[in-house]
């Protein structure tokens, strides 16, 4: 399994993004975590391959949103309103296990990351 992050960047406060995980090979789960310098990593939300979605019940509530394109076994994360206390390198992660939740022990595969900056 090989995922690779892209779409971060430099943005201001209140605007918006969407994150990219481009994935290859079987996933049942794939996921999106953030860790802000000096911070641990936490979890944002979560997919699995039936399109049952998950999100953190505090970690950007009602600002981000997981989807997938099926067309090239991309998933999305949106995100809106975005705030300073948003920056932080993104990672996706996937695994091949059931069960699909946001806690980061059962993810097996990780992308390289993709950095967000908020001023």
């Known amino acids: 399994v090989q995922l690779v992050e892209s779409g971060g960047g430099s943005v201001q406060a209140g605007g918006s993004l969407t994150l990219s995980c481009s994935v290859s090979g079987y996933t049942y789960c794939v996921g999106w975590f953030r860790q802000a310098p000096g911070k641990e990593r936490e979890g944002i939300a979560a997919r699995n391959k039936f399109g049952s979605t998950y999100n953190a019940a505090d970690t950007m509530r009602g600002r981000a949103v997981i989807s997938k394109d099926n067309t090239n076994d991309t998933i999305y994360l949106r995100i809106t309103n975005l705030k300073p206390d948003d920056t932080a390198m993104y990672y996706c992660?996937?695994?091949?296990?059931?069960?699909?939740?946001?806690?980061?022990?059962?993810?097996?595969?990780w992308g390289q990351g993709t950095q967000v900056t908020v001023s």
């Open positions: 992660a996937a695994h091949q296990g059931r069960q699909c939740n946001i806690y980061e022990e059962r993810f097996t595969f």
